[in-house]
């Protein structure tokens, strides 16, 4: 009982930290894979397409914010 509450709580805290958006360039290359790839095409998608993902993985503006304007400001940066 206490191991399969243990492994719960575990599986919370790491879907919290995937679905968490990566406030800096560093941060974003230290997530996995396919963290990278969900965050990257956000960043590469139109204005419609950003609020549908932020709403689906519950982002906040404030959240996405930073490392919107690094891309927007160094788009060549950010290579996979």
Same mark, same amino acid.
């Given at each position: 009982?206490?191991? #399969?509450?243990?492994?719960?709580?575990?599986?919370?805290? #790491? %879907? +919290? @930290?995937?679905?968490?958006?990566?406030?800096?360039?560093?941060?974003?290359? *230290? +997530?996995? $894979?396919?963290? @990278?790839? %969900?965050?990257? *095409?956000?960043? *590469?998608?139109?204005?419609?397409? $950003?609020? $549908?993902? =932020?709403?689906?993985?519950?982002? =906040?503006? +404030?959240?996405?914010?930073?490392?919107? $304007?690094?891309?927007? =400001?160094?788009?060549?940066?950010?290579?996979?």
């Amino acid at each position: 009982m206490k191991r #399969r509450d243990a492994e719960t709580e575990a599986g919370k805290v #790491r %879907r +919290k @930290q995937e679905a968490a958006f990566p406030l800096t360039l560093e941060e974003f290359r *230290s +997530k996995p $894979r396919s963290i @990278q790839v %969900r965050v990257a *095409s956000y960043l *590469s998608s139109d204005a419609a397409k $950003r609020e $549908r993902v =932020m709403t689906e993985f519950g982002w =906040m503006y +404030k959240e996405v914010t930073p490392l919107t $304007r690094e891309f927007e =400001m160094n788009v060549s940066s950010l290579v996979l």
